[in-house]
């Protein structure tokens, strides 16, 4: 079950890591900025601390005693077991998978069944909160170019990156989209985003995308929040989705990552 890991102990939880099998996850939560891991502990329940290292953090995302993702996913038998062992991130992603419906099998990588629940969950973001006639490729191509580019280069599927898009046009709109469980209109996120891409980005630049994954990186959070609201709001806090929308968040940190790295490699 889960290990207590006080602030000073951040050199116990790398064996804890490798020997319960969520090294995966354990480095993305560490390497997102810590607004991204607190919004993940409102989520998810868990009890984080700002300011504590962003290992303790990430270990309590992960294996807090009945919040954290291990914990939440273990079968009923299990959670009333003291002799139960700790999911590893294979069992977690595919029984997230399994309590969505979502066929997979034995050979899939645990990236791959990720993906799968970010499609799926994507689309279900896109049904309920993309109005039919929202262009969200139009809006897009007239905020940035580098932005633009930098979503397209991610390889998301359409449903994918119409989530991101609207995610993020549905964050900067404010209080207005809090407030609403419906779809809302986009353009009033449209025009505050583009003024914040203004300023961080001026036209006058080359265009790059490694600069727009950076700023699509600090959105992020952004993202997070419009999706945690999207949960509590129209799921009512069912535990899976829950755990599904940290997965969702999880993965997309990471594909942000892996992509920027590949531009900056070749620097473009």
Same mark, same amino acid.
């Given at each position: 079950?889960?290990?207590m890991i006080?602030?000073?102990?951040?050199?116990?939880i790398?064996p804890?890591?490798?020997?319960?099998?969520v090294?995966?996850?354990?480095?993305?939560?560490?390497?997102?900025?810590?607004?991204s891991r607190?919004a993940?502990?409102?989520l998810?329940?868990?009890?984080l601390?700002?300011?504590?290292?962003?290992?303790?953090?990430?270990?309590?995302l992960?294996?807090e005693?009945?919040r954290g993702?291990?914990?939440?996913?273990?079968w009923?038998?299990e959670q009333?077991?003291p002799?139960?062992?700790?999911?590893?991130?294979?069992?977690?992603?595919t029984?997230t998978a399994r309590r969505?419906?979502?066929?997979?099998?034995?050979?899939?990588?645990?990236?791959?069944v990720e993906?799968?629940?970010f499609?799926h969950?994507?689309?279900e973001?896109?049904h309920?909160?993309?109005?039919?006639g929202?262009?969200?490729?139009?809006f897009?191509?007239e905020l940035h170019p580098?932005?633009?580019?930098a979503?397209?280069?991610?390889?998301?599927?359409h449903d994918?990156?119409?989530?991101?898009v609207?995610?993020?046009?549905?964050a900067?709109?404010?209080?207005?989209?809090?407030a609403?469980?419906a779809?809302?209109?986009? *353009?009033?996120?449209?025009? /505050? !985003? +583009?003024d914040? $891409?203004?300023?961080?980005m001026?036209?006058t630049?080359t %265009?790059?995308?490694?600069l727009?994954l *950076?700023l699509?990186?600090? /959105? !992020? +959070?952004?993202? $997070?929040?419009?999706l945690?609201?999207?949960?509590?709001? %129209?799921l009512?806090g069912?535990?899976?989705a829950?755990?599904?929308?940290? !997965?969702?968040?999880i993965?997309?940190?990471d594909?942000?990552?892996?992509?920027?790295e590949?531009f900056?490699?070749?620097g473009?």
């Amino acid at each position: 079950m889960a290990a207590m890991i006080r602030r000073s102990d951040r050199r116990a939880i790398a064996p804890l890591v490798a020997a319960q099998g969520v090294e995966r996850p354990f480095h993305i939560l560490v390497r997102m900025p810590e607004a991204s891991r607190l919004a993940l502990g409102r989520l998810l329940g868990c009890t984080l601390v700002a300011g504590d290292p962003a290992e303790v953090q990430a270990w309590r995302l992960i294996n807090e005693n009945l919040r954290g993702l291990q914990a939440r996913t273990h079968w009923l038998h299990e959670q009333l077991s003291p002799f139960a062992r700790n999911n590893n991130w294979w069992e977690i992603v595919t029984r997230t998978a399994r309590r969505l419906g979502l066929p997979f099998y034995s050979g899939m990588k645990d990236e791959e069944v990720e993906r799968l629940l970010f499609d799926h969950l994507a689309a279900e973001f896109v049904h309920q909160h993309v109005r039919p006639g929202d262009d969200h490729d139009r809006f897009l191509a007239e905020l940035h170019p580098n932005l633009g580019r930098a979503i397209a280069s991610l390889g998301l599927s359409h449903d994918g990156t119409l989530m991101l898009v609207a995610a993020l046009l549905r964050a900067a709109a404010g209080a207005a989209a809090d407030a609403a469980d419906a779809a809302v209109d986009p *353009r009033e996120g449209h025009n /505050r !985003l +583009g003024d914040w $891409l203004r300023r961080a980005m001026p036209w006058t630049w080359t %265009t790059s995308i490694c600069l727009g994954l *950076r700023l699509l990186q600090q /959105r !992020l +959070g952004d993202v $997070l929040e419009a999706l945690a609201v999207r949960t509590g709001r %129209t799921l009512r806090g069912d535990n899976y989705a829950r755990v599904g929308t940290a !997965l969702v968040v999880i993965h997309l940190h990471d594909v942000v990552e892996r992509t920027l790295e590949q531009f900056d490699v070749v620097g473009t």
